[in-house]
Nanobody
Framework: QVQLVESGGGLVQAGGSLRLSCAASGRTFSTLTMAWFRQAPGKLREFVAAMKKNSGTTYAADFVKGRFTVSKNNAKNTGYLQMAGLEPEDTAVYYC????????????????????WGQGTQVTVSS
């Protein structure tokens, strides 16, 4: 059974940066496709970014606009979401997700692509 634990969330001023971590146990992260989603109060969960397990190719939602970077450290079995240029609209609970498949890029943005989920970490951006 794969367990994912996020950390690194917190309160930051607009324009600031945060790095979220996603520690995996129960399976080597290199065998998993990883993604980040977020959910703001009163809104649906939305895709943020993903990294495919074999190619390491990354994909990001349009709203990221080059501000966020997804990466993995296989030696530490940990994934990351580096966020810069944060805006109040980025306030949300951020979730790490992972899946054993190697899906086509078109389905990376769907939550159903991923079998494993973390508990989430709160990111709050003040104006």
């Amino acid at each position: 059974q794969v367990q994912l634990v996020e950390s690194g969330g917190g309160l930051v001023q607009a324009g600031g940066s945060l790095r979220l971590s996603c520690a995996a146990s129960g399976r080597t992260f290199s065998t998993l496709t990883m993604a980040w989603f977020r959910q703001a109060p009163g809104k649906l969960r939305e895709f943020v970014a993903a990294m495919k397990k074999n190619s390491g190719t990354t994909y990001a939602a349009d709203f990221v606009k080059g501000r966020f970077t997804v990466s993995k450290n296989n030696a530490k079995n940990t994934g990351y979401l580096q966020m810069a240029g944060l805006e109040p609209e980025d306030t949300a609970v951020y979730y790490c997700a992972a899946g054993s498949g190697n899906p086509i890029s078109g389905v990376l943005r769907f939550a159903s692509t991923y079998e494993y989920w973390g508990q989430g970490t709160q990111v709050t951006v003040s104006s």
